[in-house]
């Protein structure tokens, strides 16, 4: 097993379609091997951009399977669990261990807005039916419940509650976390727009959702950052931001597969109620993609071999 070191960039992966609704694991497989080779550090599934909410419980287990068995490199596999009741959530964590998962991203529970008290003790709930390490997806303006400095204060007392996908969209609670709480939770930025911000701030990583169409280009941005080489990582992250601002619509899921469908890596399908774009939509938001290929950085040589070294070691 492959303990996440929380630290790298982690691309929250899409689960790729058949036109007859099935997953695809061919193409699974292409876009996870070009993560791979851009040099990520774990990858995640079964998350929001990931389309949790359709899929089986078998689906994932098939897909953490394939992740783990059937891709170029050996990486951390971390598994998202979003859950509406306490039970179910702890008996899927104990199931997602024992099919082999790395480590788990936990969200608050859904659909019922969990006050702090309710809140916290889901999460520790869930860290005491499982060794697994995780991270908590601290994310308030989608999920409508915010964890707060007092309540990482109490979940502290769990050894593995080790990190935050920080998505208050506040890149100033990233100094607060590091503030109160040192280096006892690794922060990975959640949202892409304010990836290059975070990472100025002290992030750990960058959970990523267009590094699905331009992997390259996020794990540069991560290196060089890293590597306090800010202007270069300026220049490839102005290019960037207009694409990176699909992470943050209603249609993120819909926008990030056209971008990997464009890029060669993806496709469109997904999974009702949601439907593929079409219409204007599709025509501008192809037209913005195509634009940003048009004008795709030539990288160049990063510091990408202590990263490589480190991944190569897990």
């Known amino acids: 097993m492959l303990r996440p070191d929380w630290k790298g960039v982690y691309p929250a992966l899409l689960t790729p379609f058949k036109a007859d609704d099935s997953i695809d694991f061919d193409m699974f497989r292409l876009n996870g091997n070009a993560q791979l080779d851009a040099g990520i550090d774990a990858m995640i599934i079964g998350g929001s951009l990931g389309e949790a909410s359709t899929l089986s419980k078998e689906e994932i287990f098939a897909l953490l399977q394939f992740a783990k068995q059937h891709l170029n490199r ?19 964590a104990r199931d997602i261990e024992n099919k082999g998962a790395d480590g788990l991203m936990v969200l608050p529970p859904m659909r019922y807005k969990a006050d702090e008290r309710e809140t916290v003790q889901y999460f520790k709930k869930i860290a005491g039916a499982t060794s697994l390490p995780i991270m908590i997806y601290n994310n308030p303006y989608d999920y409508k419940i915010e964890v707060t400095l007092d309540m990482f204060r109490e979940l502290a007392e769990m050894p593995n509650i080790q990190a935050v996908k920080e998505s208050t969209r506040d890149v100033s609670n990233v100094t607060r976390m590091k503030n109160r709480f040192g ?6 930025c959640g949202v892409d727009t304010l990836a290059l911000e975070e990472l100025a701030l002290g992030a750990d990583g960058w959970v990523g959702g267009l590094c699905d169409a331009f992997p390259r280009e996020t794990v540069a941005i991560f290196d060089l950052m890293k590597n306090g080489r800010y202007a270069e990582a300026l220049e490839i992250y102005r290019w960037f931001l207009p694409v990176l601002e699909l992470d943050i619509h209603p249609k ?45 950085p030539a990288l160049t040589e990063v510091a990408r071999k202590t990263y490589l070294q480190r991944a190569e070691t897990v």
């Open 74 to 92: 050996k990486v951390p596999v971390i598994v998202n669990i979003a859950e509406q009741s306490t039970q179910v959530a702890t008996a899927f």
């Open 183 to 188: 280096d006892r939770f690794r922060i990975l």
């Open 252 to 296: 993120l899921v819909q926008y990030i597969k056209l971008a990997a469908a464009e890029t060669g890596i993806g496709s469109e399908y997904v999974r009702a109620p949601r439907l593929m774009l079409d219409g204007e939509e599709r025509r501008r938001i192809i037209t913005l993609i195509h634009a940003a290929i048009k004008t795709r």
